[in-house]
């Protein structure tokens, strides 16, 4: 397995020392992503790592795909395997097809080079086989559609191919950095290097091993001003993500202003606080129902204070069974959960996704919901305007002229803690959020806030004026103060 690291042919890639070797030398790790810094050698360590199989006993049977997101990006890595692979393995040894942008070797080896913009792309392979699967930047695909589903196209029926294998890349941000993070458990295991063996069906082996740009010392050679200019980006979140590979922060994050200040631990709500529900319907992708209150501002028996006002999201339902994936619940289900979850709450006001009204040929999705709930259920349209919707959620966010933010979140509301501060903005209008991300809960949040939430007053504490008030007069008081 080790024999292009050590061999002395003039112009043949080596791992360099560090991360880049462990993770060559990693190839029994059937799942492995090589990430974090920008400049760490990434796309030079997936041609290699599909390369070293290619002199050894598998090589007439080793074949693989490496991914870019789009033909623009795939050309990049063109042009890097171009530079790489004649000069290593010889001009007569192996050829590149352009027309079909596949490289050949003479031993029978193949590679193609493909994109796959669409979540549907994935279909274009089925009956394929392949010993290795590469994807490079991954956290540019906002869902793992693709990468799961090629995950059935690894298999080989030679037994000379001992170490099937998928491959990837990343840096941290991008519309894919939540679900890339979690499926690799970076939040876990930051610094990597740890197999995981996950609890789904698959059985597949993870790792996950994080790139730096010190550990690339031929482009530090040949451009030492490399690290200067990435200093220099501005953003202090940017310069962290792509220069320290930090996975804590969210390159180019639509709501920067979302910290630990946001997040409270669960307490006992006022009954007499005004409660809403939003919520964002879907089926193959997550449903998103959130309640709030609006504090009236007065002290809570654990002595909290929230900003009069503000909006306290208290509980969460997150209709999910992997990242940005669905449980494809039908109407009536989802809304007997919602009432089940409700039980005795008073809801004051429920809004949802206008899209749920539409009449497609029958009865709406809202109008299931409602009947099948059994009546429990009230809702209307929420105010979907876009961009306005996210200003009011940026404004709560900020806060008020004292510092204090107008909207708290429970920390038990895991998914919009997780997806809210990674919203990207959209590239092509940058006062939107850029949609392929997973936005559920974020939309959900600004129905919530665009449905103009109100304060209601505490009722007033019931004290008799004075002594020696009949009964009937001391009702009549009681009504007074109550009104």
């Known amino acids: 397995m080790s024999a292009i690291l050590t061999r002395q042919t003039d112009g043949a890639w080596r791992a360099q020392p560090g991360p880049q070797l462990t993770a060559v030398q990693k190839a029994w790790v059937p799942e492995l992503l090589f990430g974090g810094a920008a400049g760490g050698g990434k796309t030079a360590y997936l041609l290699g790592d599909f390369a070293q199989d290619v002199p050894t006993d598998a090589g007439?049977?080793?074949?693989?795909?490496?991914?870019?997101?789009?033909?623009?990006?795939?050309?990049?890595?063109?042009?890097?395997?171009?530079?790489?692979?004649?000069?290593?393995?010889?001009?007569?040894?192996?050829?590149?097809?352009?027309?079909?942008?596949?490289?050949?070797?003479?031993?029978?080896?193949?590679?193609?080079?493909?994109?796959?913009?669409?979540?549907?792309?994935?279909?274009?392979?089925?009956?394929?086989?392949?010993?290795?699967?590469?994807?490079?930047?991954?956290?540019?695909?906002?869902?793992?559609?693709?990468?799961?589903?090629?995950?059935?196209?690894?298999?080989?029926?030679?037994?000379?191919?001992?170490?099937?294998r998928i491959r990837a890349t990343a840096n941290p941000g991008g519309p894919g950095h939540e679900w890339v993070k979690e499926y690799f458990s970076i939040n876990s295991f930051p610094r990597g290097g740890i197999p995981l063996t996950p609890e789904d069906e698959s059985g597949m082996t993870r790792m996950f091993i994080p790139s730096r740009i010190q550990d690339n010392k031929i482009l530090l050679a040949a451009d030492p001003a490399y690290i200067g200019r990435l200093k220099s980006l501005g953003s202090?979140?940017?310069?962290?993500?792509?220069?320290?590979?930090?996975?804590?922060?969210?390159?180019?994050?639509?709501?920067?202003?979302?910290?630990?200040?946001?997040?409270?631990?669960?307490?006992?709500?006022?009954?007499?606080?005004?409660?809403?529900?939003?919520?964002?319907?879907?089926?193959?992708?997550?449903?998103?129902?959130?309640?709030?209150?609006?504090?009236?501002?007065?002290?809570?028996?654990?002595?909290?204070?929230?900003?009069?006002?503000?909006?306290?999201?208290?509980?969460?339902?997150?209709?999910?069974?992997?990242?940005?994936?669905?449980?494809?619940?039908?109407?009536?289900?989802?809304?007997?959960?919602?009432?089940?979850?409700?039980?005795?709450?008073?809801?004051?006001?429920?809004v949802i996704d206008p899209a749920a009204f539409a009449m497609n040929g029958g009865p709406s999705i809202a109008e299931r919901m409602m009947r099948g709930s059994g009546h429990k259920l009230s809702m209307r349209r929420a105010d979907n305007k876009r961009i306005p919707?996210?200003?009011?959620?940026?404004?709560?966010?900020?806060?008020?002229?004292?510092g204090l933010p107008m909207i708290y979140f429970f920390s038990t509301c895991h998914h919009a803690i997780r997806t809210l501060p990674s919203l990207q903005h959209d590239l092509n209008n940058a006062e939107d959020v850029d949609t392929d991300g997973e936005d559920h809960a974020g939309d959900a949040l600004r129905y919530l806030c665009m449905a103009r939430p109100w304060v209601r007053d505490p009722p007033k504490a019931y004290a008799p004026r004075a002594a020696g008030y009949c009964l009937d007069e001391l009702w009549r008081q009681r009504d007074e103060d109550y009104r």
């Not at 031993?107 to 279909?123: P, V």
């Not at 879907?282 to 129902?289: Q, R």
């Not at 919707?389 to 004292?402: F, P, V």
């Open 236 to 350: 202090p979140e940017l310069v962290r993500a792509w220069l320290e590979g930090d996975w804590t922060v969210v390159q180019g994050a639509y709501f920067p202003e979302f910290g630990p200040k946001h997040i409270t631990s669960p307490c006992v709500i006022p009954e007499s606080w005004a409660r809403l529900c939003g919520m964002d319907w879907g089926s193959a992708a997550p449903f998103a129902v959130y309640w709030a209150a609006v504090s009236d501002g007065c002290p809570l028996p654990d002595g909290r204070t929230f900003p009069r006002g503000s909006l306290v999201v208290y509980r969460e339902w997150y209709g999910t069974k992997g990242t940005n994936i669905g449980l494809k619940m039908d109407a009536e289900q989802v809304a007997r959960g919602i009432a089940e979850r409700q039980q005795w709450e008073k809801i004051n006001d429920f």
């Open 389 to 402: 919707g996210w200003d009011q959620l940026r404004n709560r966010l900020r806060g008020n002229e004292d």
């Open 60 to 164: 007439p049977f080793w074949h693989g795909v490496l991914f870019r997101k789009t033909y623009p990006q795939l050309e990049e890595v063109i042009k890097q395997s171009l530079e790489m692979y004649p000069l290593w393995f010889g001009k007569d040894n192996v050829k590149w097809t352009e027309r079909n942008k596949t490289w050949t070797w003479k031993n029978g080896a193949t590679l193609k080079m493909r994109f796959a913009e669409l979540e549907t792309d994935w279909m274009e392979y089925q009956g394929h086989q392949y010993g290795w699967i590469g994807w490079d930047e991954l956290t540019t695909w906002p869902t793992p559609t693709n990468y799961l589903r090629m995950k059935a196209r690894l298999r080989s029926a030679h037994p000379e191919v001992k170490y099937l």
